[in-house]
């Protein structure tokens, strides 16, 4: 690539032409859109508020699908993987303790893979993105619009 014209103010001291963008991405501070962060945590919590509610509503349904997984427990684990699934993602889409609740479901969904998507590799590369996404969360915060960031102005 030539570049022929030199803009107006160069000093010659660096090329002008220096990727400043990269420079700039990494040595100044970004702020996240509080609109986004909102519209991220209710896409996120989506999936779990409808999962975790159909376990806790068919309870011996569920429980029967786990043995057949070989998740062990019985209708307790389905009590308690559907109120994890459940009051988690109400605590996503709220924002509260985001922090926690987020490293929490993505090591589930981690587990997840294993007993129910063990083989499938479509749905463990889609379980492999909400992780992503949950720490993505868990690093950068619930944003403004959250219970936690309510918390913190009180």
């Known amino acids: 690539m030539t570049i022929s014209r ?8 660096e090329p002008w032409f220096t990727f400043n963008f990269i420079k700039t991405a990494i040595t100044e501070p970004r702020t996240m859109n509080p609109a986004v962060v909102l519209a991220g945590r209710v896409l996120l919590s989506l999936l779990f508020i409808y ?32 109120a994890l699934e459940f ?3 109400l605590a ?3 924002g509260f303790q ?12 981690l587990g997840t893979i294993y007993f129910g998507h063990y083989g499938d590799m479509q749905a463990s590369l889609k ?5 992503g996404g949950f720490l ?9 619009y959250s219970v936690d960031a309510r918390s913190r102005r009180a």
């Open 51 to 82: 999962a975790g509610f159909g376990k806790l509503s068919n309870a011996a349904g569920t429980a029967g699908y786990f043995a057949s997984v070989g998740v062990p427990g019985g209708i307790a684990a389905a009590y308690l993987i559907g």
């Open 127 to 131: 379980n492999l993105t909400i992780v």
């Open 136 to 144: 993505i969360l868990g690093t950068a915060g619930a944003g403004a």
């Open 92 to 94: 996503i889409l709220l």
């Open 6 to 13: 030199v803009p107006p103010g160069y000093l010659g001291h």
């Open 87 to 89: 009051f988690g993602g």
């Open 98 to 109: 985001t922090l926690i609740v987020a490293y929490v479901l993505a090591v589930f969904t």
